[in-house]
């Protein structure tokens, strides 16, 4: 009796071996299903011509996802290209502190549209930094043919074009003034008008000197039209009013801004828009 309820002990359970077959089923048939969908993904990817396809992968700055306000700040201007290299075919010339909407950002470069116009820029001569305001902005220009100079001065002022003085070793003087200037240079005294620019045939080592020398001068270096520059302040003994001289080189010549007092920023305004 003992031993045959033992052999009755040992024998399995009809009911857990079938449950068992039933989970190894769901996991096989789970198993065979991804196995199938994995090998059909890969084949959707195929060329439906069987031939091998390369897959182009972009390199360097992503592309930009919307607009930036960008400006040209190359003193020159800046070529707009047809392709993203600076041998590519130049379209245009975009000039100094244009302000640009660009449209994609690529290996260092904007793709940008001016004057109707589609094209690529380089990046380095760009800022995303507003220019300051130009504070001549709006004046009207005044062209020297003689000595190829040209000087901006403030809207609704004259000039009157002297030409040579020997006296004071003027090659040409030019003065403005906000109101009427006379044809030509009053005699027996001097003539003082409220910005005057003088070509002169002294060095510039001379001009310093001149300026220099006055008693209780304020000397003070800057630049004008990218050249070095001494900036004089001195009070007049003539008129005991604060005045104004710039002194600078270009192209050979000396070049002398003055004023006759209280138009010192003006002079300094203008001084900064001279250009050969």
Avoid: C, H
């Avoid at 306000?69 to 130049?90: F, M, P, Q, V």
């Avoid at 902005?137 to 901006?152: D, E, H, L, P």
């Avoid at 044809?183 to 005294?189: E, F, I, M």
């Amino acid at each position: 009796m003992l031993s045959r309820n033992l052999k009755r002990k040992s024998r399995p359970k009809i009911g857990t071996n079938k449950k068992k077959r039933v989970i190894i089923s769901v996991i096989l048939a789970f198993a065979l299903f991804f196995i199938f969908y994995g090998f059909y993904k890969v084949n959707s990817l195929k060329p439906s011509d069987g031939k091998k396809q390369d897959v182009k992968v972009e390199t360097g700055d992503r592309p930009l996802k919307k607009t930036t306000t960008i400006y040209i700040n190359a003193d020159g201007g800046l070529s707009l290209r047809k392709e993203r290299s600076s041998k590519s075919e130049r379209l245009t010339l975009i000039p100094n502190k244009t302000q640009l909407e660009a449209s994609q950002e690529l290996d260092g470069w904007y793709k940008v549209s001016y004057n109707g116009k589609e094209g690529w820029i380089a990046k380095e001569y760009t800022t995303t930094q507003a220019p300051a305001e130009d504070p001549a902005k709006g004046w009207t220009t005044y062209s020297n043919a003689t000595y190829g100079f040209k000087v901006r001065y403030p809207l609704g002022w004259k000039y009157q074009d002297y030409g040579a003085n020997p006296a004071n070793k003027s090659l040409s003087l030019i003065a403005f003034s906000n109101q009427d200037l006379p044809a030509t240079v009053p005699q027996g005294s001097d003539f003082i008008a409220p910005v005057m620019l003088q070509v002169s045939s002294k060095t510039i080592d001379e001009a310093n000197a001149e300026y220099g020398s006055i008693s209780g001068v304020t000397p003070e270096k800057i630049t004008i039209a990218g050249t070095p520059a001494t900036k004089y302040t001195y009070t007049s003994v003539s008129s005991n009013t604060q005045v104004t001289a710039i002194v600078f080189s270009v192209g050979g010549k000396t070049y002398i801004f003055n004023e006759g007092g209280g138009y010192g920023e003006d002079l300094v305004k203008m001084a900064n828009t001279f250009s050969l």
